[in-house]
Protein backbone atom coordinates (compact mmCIF):
# COMPACT_ATOMS: atom_id res chain seq x y z
CA UNK A 1 0.00 0.00 0.00
CA UNK A 2 1.49 3.43 -1.31
CA UNK A 3 2.36 6.06 1.70
CA UNK A 4 2.30 9.89 0.72
CA UNK A 5 3.25 12.48 4.02
CA UNK A 6 3.02 9.42 6.49
CA UNK A 7 -0.17 8.69 5.07
CA UNK A 8 -1.40 5.31 4.04
CA UNK A 9 -3.36 5.47 1.30
CA UNK A 10 -5.43 2.91 -0.66
CA UNK A 11 -6.87 2.91 -3.88
CA UNK A 12 -9.89 1.11 -4.60
CA UNK A 13 -11.83 0.92 -7.79
CA UNK A 14 -15.47 1.74 -7.94
CA UNK A 15 -17.88 -1.17 -8.05
CA UNK A 16 -20.69 2.03 -9.15
CA UNK A 17 -20.04 3.03 -12.76
CA UNK A 18 -22.21 4.99 -14.34
CA UNK A 19 -21.26 3.44 -17.58
CA UNK A 20 -22.15 0.78 -17.05
CA UNK A 21 -26.24 1.94 -16.96
CA UNK A 22 -25.92 3.61 -20.46
CA UNK A 23 -25.26 2.98 -24.24
CA UNK A 24 -24.41 5.22 -26.93
CA UNK A 25 -26.87 7.31 -27.91
CA UNK A 26 -28.26 6.31 -31.69
CA UNK A 27 -32.05 8.00 -31.58
CA UNK A 28 -31.07 11.52 -30.10
CA UNK A 29 -27.66 14.29 -30.83
CA UNK A 30 -27.12 16.24 -27.90
CA UNK A 31 -28.16 18.78 -29.19
CA UNK A 32 -31.45 17.30 -29.48
CA UNK A 33 -31.44 16.51 -25.96
CA UNK A 34 -30.36 20.03 -24.20
CA UNK A 35 -33.09 21.78 -26.85
CA UNK A 36 -35.28 19.24 -25.06
CA UNK A 37 -34.05 20.83 -21.90
CA UNK A 38 -34.37 24.22 -22.40
CA UNK A 39 -38.56 23.76 -23.60
CA UNK A 40 -39.00 21.74 -20.00
CA UNK A 41 -37.72 24.74 -18.22
CA UNK A 42 -39.52 27.02 -20.39
CA UNK A 43 -42.60 25.18 -20.07
CA UNK A 44 -41.58 25.21 -15.98
CA UNK A 45 -41.46 29.74 -16.25
CA UNK A 46 -44.66 30.84 -15.76
CA UNK A 47 -45.07 28.70 -12.65
CA UNK A 48 -41.66 29.64 -11.17
CA UNK A 49 -42.36 33.64 -11.94
CA UNK A 50 -46.07 32.51 -9.97
CA UNK A 51 -44.06 31.02 -7.35
CA UNK A 52 -41.29 33.66 -6.93
CA UNK A 53 -43.72 36.35 -6.97
CA UNK A 54 -46.10 35.00 -4.13
CA UNK A 55 -42.81 34.40 -1.86
CA UNK A 56 -41.56 37.86 -2.31
CA UNK A 57 -45.38 39.03 -2.02
CA UNK A 58 -45.58 37.74 1.50
CA UNK A 59 -42.23 38.78 2.45
CA UNK A 60 -42.92 42.56 1.28
CA UNK A 61 -46.25 42.65 3.49
CA UNK A 62 -44.52 41.32 6.20
CA UNK A 63 -41.87 43.77 5.95
CA UNK A 64 -39.52 43.53 8.97
CA UNK A 65 -41.67 40.90 11.31
CA UNK A 66 -40.09 38.14 9.22
CA UNK A 67 -36.66 36.88 10.61
CA UNK A 68 -33.45 37.24 8.93
CA UNK A 69 -33.21 33.75 8.06
CA UNK A 70 -36.19 33.76 6.44
CA UNK A 71 -35.26 36.76 4.21
CA UNK A 72 -31.56 34.72 3.64
CA UNK A 73 -33.72 31.44 2.95
CA UNK A 74 -36.13 33.10 0.09
CA UNK A 75 -33.19 35.01 -1.85
CA UNK A 76 -31.39 32.07 -1.52
CA UNK A 77 -33.39 29.78 -3.25
CA UNK A 78 -34.76 32.65 -6.02
CA UNK A 79 -30.60 33.15 -6.88
CA UNK A 80 -30.41 29.51 -6.98
CA UNK A 81 -32.94 29.64 -9.55
CA UNK A 82 -33.85 32.93 -11.39
CA UNK A 83 -30.89 32.10 -13.69
CA UNK A 84 -31.88 28.96 -14.76
CA UNK A 85 -35.08 30.72 -15.70
CA UNK A 86 -33.41 33.03 -17.84
CA UNK A 87 -33.34 35.81 -14.61
CA UNK A 88 -29.87 35.80 -14.45
CA UNK A 89 -31.16 39.93 -12.50
CA UNK A 90 -33.06 38.14 -10.12
CA UNK A 91 -30.09 36.22 -9.50
CA UNK A 92 -27.89 39.13 -8.88
CA UNK A 93 -30.59 40.36 -6.46
CA UNK A 94 -30.96 37.29 -4.80
CA UNK A 95 -27.41 37.22 -4.15
CA UNK A 96 -27.09 40.67 -3.23
CA UNK A 97 -29.91 40.32 -0.50
CA UNK A 98 -28.63 36.75 1.27
CA UNK A 99 -24.82 38.85 1.49
CA UNK A 100 -26.69 41.76 2.97
CA UNK A 101 -28.46 39.84 5.65
CA UNK A 102 -25.26 37.72 6.22
CA UNK A 103 -22.97 40.80 6.47
CA UNK A 104 -25.21 43.34 8.36
CA UNK A 105 -26.73 43.38 11.61
CA UNK A 106 -30.22 44.12 11.57
CA UNK A 107 -30.41 47.02 14.49
CA UNK A 108 -30.96 50.51 12.24
CA UNK A 109 -33.95 51.03 10.14
CA UNK A 110 -31.61 51.44 6.99
CA UNK A 111 -31.45 47.59 7.39
CA UNK A 112 -34.81 47.29 6.48
CA UNK A 113 -35.01 49.77 4.17
CA UNK A 114 -32.40 47.86 2.07
CA UNK A 115 -34.38 44.44 2.45
CA UNK A 116 -37.62 46.03 1.21
CA UNK A 117 -35.60 48.04 -1.51
CA UNK A 118 -33.88 44.34 -2.94
CA UNK A 119 -37.84 42.71 -2.26
CA UNK A 120 -39.23 45.84 -4.32
CA UNK A 121 -36.58 44.81 -7.26
CA UNK A 122 -36.85 41.69 -7.71
CA UNK A 123 -41.29 41.42 -7.45
CA UNK A 124 -40.22 44.40 -10.51
CA UNK A 125 -38.09 41.82 -12.39
CA UNK A 126 -40.28 38.99 -11.64
CA UNK A 127 -43.47 40.60 -12.56
CA UNK A 128 -42.08 42.74 -15.35
CA UNK A 129 -40.42 40.68 -18.25
CA UNK A 130 -38.83 43.71 -19.99
CA UNK A 131 -36.63 44.33 -17.26
CA UNK A 132 -34.21 41.51 -18.01
CA UNK A 133 -34.75 42.16 -21.54
CA UNK A 134 -33.24 46.49 -21.53
CA UNK A 135 -30.70 48.66 -20.24
CA UNK A 136 -33.12 49.93 -17.48
CA UNK A 137 -33.18 46.46 -15.98
CA UNK A 138 -29.13 47.04 -15.11
CA UNK A 139 -29.55 50.32 -14.22
CA UNK A 140 -32.03 49.59 -11.73
CA UNK A 141 -29.57 46.38 -10.32
CA UNK A 142 -26.28 48.74 -10.36
CA UNK A 143 -28.68 51.93 -8.09
CA UNK A 144 -29.56 48.72 -5.38
CA UNK A 145 -26.05 47.67 -5.54
CA UNK A 146 -24.96 51.78 -5.08
CA UNK A 147 -27.73 52.09 -2.64
CA UNK A 148 -26.33 48.49 -0.40
CA UNK A 149 -23.25 50.08 -0.67
CA UNK A 150 -24.12 53.51 1.17
CA UNK A 151 -25.51 51.39 3.43
CA UNK A 152 -23.39 49.52 4.74
CA UNK A 153 -20.72 52.09 4.92
CA UNK A 154 -23.12 53.58 7.00
CA UNK A 155 -24.04 50.55 9.27
CA UNK A 156 -20.62 48.81 9.45
CA UNK A 157 -20.70 44.81 7.60
CA UNK A 158 -18.84 42.09 8.60
CA UNK A 159 -16.58 39.59 5.87
CA UNK A 160 -18.65 36.83 4.16
CA UNK A 161 -18.81 33.73 6.14
CA UNK A 162 -18.30 35.51 9.61
CA UNK A 163 -22.09 34.48 10.24
CA UNK B 1 -16.28 23.60 -23.10
CA UNK B 2 -16.35 19.53 -23.28
CA UNK B 3 -17.18 18.11 -26.80
CA UNK B 4 -20.42 16.34 -26.29
CA UNK B 5 -21.77 15.86 -29.87
CA UNK B 6 -19.52 12.83 -30.49
CA UNK B 7 -20.01 11.16 -27.14
CA UNK B 8 -23.75 10.83 -26.74
CA UNK B 9 -25.33 8.63 -23.98
CA UNK B 10 -28.66 7.50 -23.67
CA UNK B 11 -28.80 8.00 -20.07
CA UNK B 12 -32.28 5.99 -19.96
CA UNK B 13 -30.83 3.37 -18.27
CA UNK B 14 -29.93 5.95 -15.35
CA UNK B 15 -31.67 6.26 -11.65
CA UNK B 16 -30.82 9.06 -9.81
CA UNK B 17 -32.19 10.97 -6.68
CA UNK B 18 -31.92 14.31 -6.32
CA UNK B 19 -32.08 15.98 -2.70
CA UNK B 20 -32.75 19.84 -2.42
CA UNK B 21 -35.14 21.69 0.52
CA UNK B 22 -36.41 23.93 -2.70
CA UNK B 23 -39.68 21.92 -3.57
CA UNK B 24 -39.34 24.26 -7.05
CA UNK B 25 -35.89 23.18 -7.34
CA UNK B 26 -36.29 19.66 -7.45
CA UNK B 27 -38.88 20.44 -10.20
CA UNK B 28 -36.79 22.06 -12.27
CA UNK B 29 -33.87 19.43 -12.04
CA UNK B 30 -36.64 16.47 -12.72
CA UNK B 31 -37.79 18.34 -15.85
CA UNK B 32 -34.01 19.22 -16.74
CA UNK B 33 -33.06 15.38 -15.67
CA UNK B 34 -36.22 13.70 -17.71
CA UNK B 35 -35.27 16.00 -21.08
CA UNK B 36 -31.82 14.61 -21.44
CA UNK B 37 -33.28 10.80 -20.96
CA UNK B 38 -33.25 10.41 -17.33
CA UNK B 39 -36.36 8.30 -16.61
CA UNK B 40 -35.80 7.90 -13.19
CA UNK B 41 -35.62 10.51 -11.10
CA UNK B 42 -36.44 10.49 -6.98
CA UNK B 43 -36.77 13.58 -5.64
CA UNK B 44 -36.28 14.05 -2.04
CA UNK B 45 -37.03 17.34 -0.04
CA UNK B 46 -35.73 16.04 3.45
CA UNK B 47 -32.74 15.28 3.59
CA UNK B 48 -32.90 12.50 6.38
CA UNK B 49 -34.59 10.44 4.31
CA UNK B 50 -32.09 9.83 2.28
CA UNK B 51 -30.04 7.25 3.57
CA UNK B 52 -33.38 4.70 3.40
CA UNK B 53 -33.81 5.32 0.09
CA UNK B 54 -30.54 5.07 -1.03
CA UNK B 55 -30.63 1.69 -0.22
CA UNK B 56 -34.12 0.81 -1.83
CA UNK B 57 -33.54 2.49 -4.37
CA UNK B 58 -30.31 1.06 -5.97
CA UNK B 59 -29.41 4.77 -6.86
CA UNK B 60 -26.19 5.33 -9.42
CA UNK B 61 -26.15 9.14 -8.66
CA UNK B 62 -27.08 11.20 -6.31
CA UNK B 63 -27.56 14.88 -6.86
CA UNK B 64 -27.51 17.26 -3.40
CA UNK B 65 -27.31 20.23 -2.61
CA UNK B 66 -25.20 21.88 -0.15
CA UNK B 67 -27.30 24.57 2.19
CA UNK B 68 -29.72 22.35 3.65
CA UNK B 69 -31.19 21.76 6.99
CA UNK B 70 -30.96 19.64 9.36
CA UNK B 71 -28.32 18.44 7.74
CA UNK B 72 -26.26 19.48 4.52
CA UNK B 73 -25.22 18.71 1.99
CA UNK B 74 -21.17 17.95 3.52
CA UNK B 75 -22.65 15.96 6.32
CA UNK B 76 -24.75 13.97 4.03
CA UNK B 77 -22.03 13.48 1.85
CA UNK B 78 -19.62 12.51 4.68
CA UNK B 79 -22.10 10.18 6.16
CA UNK B 80 -23.00 8.59 2.76
CA UNK B 81 -18.94 7.86 2.30
CA UNK B 82 -19.35 6.34 6.01
CA UNK B 83 -22.50 4.18 5.38
CA UNK B 84 -21.92 0.45 5.63
CA UNK B 85 -22.40 -1.51 2.54
CA UNK B 86 -21.06 -2.65 -0.20
CA UNK B 87 -22.25 0.40 -2.86
CA UNK B 88 -23.55 2.65 -0.92
CA UNK B 89 -20.47 4.50 0.12
CA UNK B 90 -19.22 4.70 -3.62
CA UNK B 91 -22.42 5.89 -4.62
CA UNK B 92 -21.06 9.30 -7.69
CA UNK B 93 -22.38 12.86 -5.85
CA UNK B 94 -23.20 15.89 -7.46
CA UNK B 95 -23.28 18.68 -5.15
CA UNK B 96 -25.43 21.98 -6.35
CA UNK B 97 -24.35 25.29 -4.80
CA UNK B 98 -24.79 28.82 -5.42
CA UNK B 99 -21.45 29.27 -3.45
CA UNK B 100 -19.17 28.46 -5.33
CA UNK B 101 -15.89 30.73 -3.77
CA UNK B 102 -13.09 28.30 -3.04
CA UNK B 103 -13.41 27.69 1.11
CA UNK B 104 -17.04 25.87 -0.59
CA UNK B 105 -15.89 24.07 -3.02
CA UNK B 106 -13.08 22.75 -0.84
CA UNK B 107 -15.30 21.38 1.64
CA UNK B 108 -17.19 19.67 -0.52
CA UNK B 109 -14.20 17.81 -2.01
CA UNK B 110 -12.87 16.92 1.08
CA UNK B 111 -16.23 15.37 1.56
CA UNK B 112 -15.84 13.49 -0.98
CA UNK B 113 -18.47 14.51 -3.71
CA UNK B 114 -17.51 13.92 -7.49
CA UNK B 115 -18.71 17.08 -8.57
CA UNK B 116 -19.22 20.96 -7.89
CA UNK B 117 -21.92 22.13 -9.99
CA UNK B 118 -22.65 26.32 -9.50
CA UNK B 119 -26.17 26.87 -9.41
CA UNK B 120 -28.21 28.62 -11.41
CA UNK B 121 -28.35 25.16 -12.90
CA UNK B 122 -28.26 24.96 -16.92
CA UNK B 123 -28.76 21.93 -19.30
CA UNK B 124 -25.73 21.97 -20.76
CA UNK B 125 -23.53 22.06 -17.57
CA UNK B 126 -25.52 19.28 -16.15
CA UNK B 127 -24.90 17.23 -18.87
CA UNK B 128 -21.22 17.54 -18.98
CA UNK B 129 -21.32 16.91 -15.50
CA UNK B 130 -22.98 13.29 -16.31
CA UNK B 131 -20.75 13.03 -19.63
CA UNK B 132 -17.38 13.52 -17.87
CA UNK B 133 -18.46 11.04 -14.80
CA UNK B 134 -19.41 8.52 -17.36
CA UNK B 135 -16.20 8.91 -19.55
CA UNK B 136 -13.54 8.90 -16.50
CA UNK B 137 -15.25 6.65 -13.44
CA UNK B 138 -13.07 7.81 -10.92
CA UNK B 139 -11.16 5.44 -8.36
CA UNK B 140 -11.80 5.82 -5.10
CA UNK B 141 -9.12 6.92 -2.20
CA UNK B 142 -9.16 5.80 1.16
CA UNK B 143 -6.64 7.79 3.27
CA UNK B 144 -6.69 8.01 7.68
CA UNK B 145 -8.53 11.05 6.70
CA UNK B 146 -10.54 10.55 3.35
CA UNK B 147 -12.62 8.26 1.86
CA UNK B 148 -13.68 9.26 -1.36
CA UNK B 149 -13.11 9.82 -5.20
CA UNK B 150 -9.88 9.84 -6.47
CA UNK B 151 -10.46 13.68 -7.66
CA UNK B 152 -7.20 13.90 -9.75
CA UNK B 153 -9.12 11.91 -12.55
CA UNK B 154 -12.74 13.41 -11.80
CA UNK B 155 -11.48 17.01 -12.00
CA UNK B 156 -9.05 17.04 -15.03
CA UNK B 157 -9.53 13.44 -16.75
CA UNK B 158 -7.24 10.70 -16.37
CA UNK B 159 -3.45 12.08 -15.70
CA UNK B 160 -1.05 11.19 -18.93
CA UNK B 161 1.80 9.47 -18.35
CA UNK B 162 3.83 12.58 -18.32
CA UNK B 163 2.04 13.79 -15.10
CA UNK B 164 2.45 11.04 -13.15
CA UNK B 165 5.81 11.33 -13.09
CA UNK B 166 6.06 14.98 -12.19
CA UNK B 167 3.17 15.31 -10.18
CA UNK B 168 3.00 14.38 -6.65
CA UNK B 169 0.93 11.72 -4.94
CA UNK B 170 -0.90 13.34 -2.79
CA UNK B 171 -1.48 17.06 -4.40
CA UNK B 172 -5.28 17.05 -3.57
CA UNK B 173 -5.21 14.88 -0.50
CA UNK B 174 -5.79 16.96 2.82
Redesign the interface.
Known sequence: M?R??G?????????????D???????????D??R??????E??SNE?RQ?AKNDLTQLRNASGTEGTGTVFEVS??L???????GL?LL?QVG?SL?EFVTRVENSNPLFQEVVDLHIATMIQIVCDRSVENDATGQQLVEGLLAARATAERTLGSRPL?AK | MVE??A?????S???IMVVDD?M??L??ME??L????VRRVKCIDEPTDVFVQLERHNV??LITDI?MSPIDGIELTKTIRSWGG??VP???IFA?S?LTDQ?NVMRAAQAGVHEVLA??????S??ER?HR???H?????????YFG??RRVTNAGPRSAERRRTE???VI?F
Open positions: PTNRTLKRIATPLKLGHVSRSGEHSVSKLEAERAITLFHHERGLGGSFPTSCH | LEDAYDLGLNSFMKLAMKALGHLMEKFTPLGEKPISPRLYITIEPADFIQSDTPDPDDF
